[in-house]
Nanobody
Framework: QVQLVESGGGLVQSGGSLRLSCAAS????????MAWFRQAPGKEREFVAR????????YYADSAKGRFSISRDNVRNTMYLQMNSLKPEDTAVYYC????????????????WGQGTQVTVSS
């Protein structure tokens, strides 16, 4: 089993930066493909970025390309999302998630979820 805990959210001005962290417990962390999703009020949860089990493959939603960077440290059992040039439309609760299924950005393909961390971008 894998337990995930997000941190690093907060309030930031448009154009600012924020780095989210996802700390995982469990010795099988390195076997899981990981991803970040987000959910704004009144909207469905949407894919942001994913990273393969060994960090060798990454993929981003169009909204994140060029601004966000996903990474992981399997020694520290932690995944990160570096967010730059933030916009008000980035405001959402951000969730990290894990799956054994590779190359997916589908919400329901992910088996393990954190509780989320709030990101608010003011204009």
């Amino acid at each position: 089993q894998v337990q995930l805990v997000e941190s690093g959210g907060g309030l930031v001005q448009s154009g600012g930066s924020l780095r989210l962290s996802c700390a995982a417990s469990g010795r099988t962390f390195s076997s899981y493909h990981m991803a970040w999703f987000r959910q704004a009020p009144g909207k469905e949860r949407e894919f942001v970025a994913r990273i393969s089990f060994n960090g060798g493959n990454t993929y981003y939603a169009d909204s994140a390309k060029g601004r966000f960077s996903i990474s992981r440290d399997n020694v520290r059992n932690t995944m990160y999302l570096q967010m730059n040039s933030l916009k008000p439309e980035d405001t959402a609760v951000y969730y990290c998630a894990g799956t054994l299924r590779p190359l997916t950005y589908r919400t329901y393909d992910y088996d393990f979820w954190g509780q989320g961390t709030q990101v608010t971008v003011s204009s």
